[in-house]
């Protein structure tokens, strides 16, 4: 059975960085986008960043760019997001997950989800 595992959540205080790290198993994903979403209390999940097959395409919201990075191991079925400057605003769950349509911001693309980490950034 195909599955996402995330990790490389935590409490960091702001101005620090975290590296997320989302494994797949049970197939290989480098066939899929890959995205990285985050949900934060009473607010809706968003778009975080997103990745090509072969990692050649990227697509940043406005309030990471510059700040986190995605890229891929398709070696080892691997996803990763560093985020760096990191601000209290993006304390969330982070969820990684993956689209057989190419990278896109549209949650409903992707047919498989991880079980989210949680990242804390205290002011």
């Known amino acids: 059975q195909a599955q996402l595992v995330e990790s490389g959540g935590g409490l960091v205080q702001a101005g620090g960085s975290l590296r997320l790290s989302c494994v797949a198993s049970?197939?290989?994903?480098?066939?899929?986008?890959m995205g990285w979403f985050r949900q934060a209390p009473g607010k809706e999940r968003e778009f975080v960043a997103g990745i090509s097959r072969r990692g050649g395409g990227l697509d940043y919201a406005d309030s990471v760019k510059g700040r986190f990075t995605i890229s891929r191991d398709n070696a080892k079925n691997a996803v990763y997001l560093q985020m760096n400057s990191l601000k209290p605003e993006d304390t969330a769950v982070y969820y990684c997950a993956a689209t057989a349509y190419g990278p896109s911001r549209n949650a409903n693309d992707y047919g498989f989800w991880g079980q989210g980490t949680p990242v804390t950034v205290s002011s």
């Open positions: 049970g197939r290989t994903f480098s066939g899929y986008g």
